[in-house]
């Protein structure tokens, strides 16, 4: 049920909040048991280095946390906006997907030689000035997830390569996190995209080069 006088989307973004809030508690869960094992830091730059694809809902809370910054700091975002549309302008040639609209072509190994090719490339988000997340709020969930070890369906991820240095298989899997045993996330995103009556993936260049 949405808010009293409030707009379908109100309600998307009120259970996309109670999605964040129940996810990140499930994360610091897993970071409390992890301990000096999980040794993520702000200026820590591994995970925020290169495209990967992202769904309707993180390019919907990348557009807004890239409004609410304009709000308060017009310069700063200006800069996020002048980086994206030059990460844009670098990767379009070998884009594989529709330029025009910034959607992924459902190609694995297309994406996986264009995510090589530009594996270097520093995040749009990421501010030079600081080495922290110009967009931290509202930034992905994959990027919320790196780090700890994950269980995703019938799936068990790795941790960064950069945490659990020396640790025994077992010390990892202690620490192993379901981000969404619920699927709530699906849900969530096909309510949008129902609502947009867009689907696909993108990349964050893309989202906030026309935010």
């Keep these: 049920m949405s808010d009293p006088g409030g707009r379908p989307e109100d309600e998307l973004r009120r259970r996309d909040r109670v999605f ?9 869960e897993g970071a409390a ?3 000096a094992r999980l040794v993520c830091r702000l200026g820590c730059t591994e995970c925020c ?12 809370r990348l557009r807004d946390g890239w409004a609410t910054l304009a709000a308060s700091d017009p310069a700063r975002a200006q800069a996020v906006r002048a980086r994206a549309q030059e990460a844009v302008a670098a990767m379009v040639a070998t884009f594989p ?5 910034g959607r992924l072509a459902e190609d694995d190994s297309a994406q996986d030689v264009f995510f090589s090719r530009f594996g270097e490339a520093p995040c749009p988000a990421l501010d030079p000035a600081t080495g922290g997340c110009a967009l931290y709020a509202w930034r992905p969930v994959s990027c919320r997830t790196y780090g700890l070890p994950l269980r995703l369906g019938l799936d068990d991820l790795p941790p960064c390569r950069l945490c659990f240095v020396g640790a025994a298989a077992e010390e990892v899997e202690a620490c192993r996190v379901d981000p969404d045993p619920g699927g709530e996330e699906d849900v969530v995103l ?3 995209e129902r609502r947009s009556r867009s689907d696909g993936s993108t990349i964050v260049a893309f989202a906030l ?3």
Excluded at 20 to 28: H, K, Y
């Design 20 to 28: 964040l809030r129940v996810l990140e508690g499930r994360l610091a």
């Design 49 to 60: 280095r290169g495209p990967f694809a992202i769904n309707r809902l993180d390019e919907q």
């Design 209 to 211: 080069a026309r935010a």
């Design 97 to 101: 997907g529709h330029v025009a609209s």
């Design 33 to 35: 048991r992890a301990g």
């Design 190 to 192: 096909t309510l949008l």
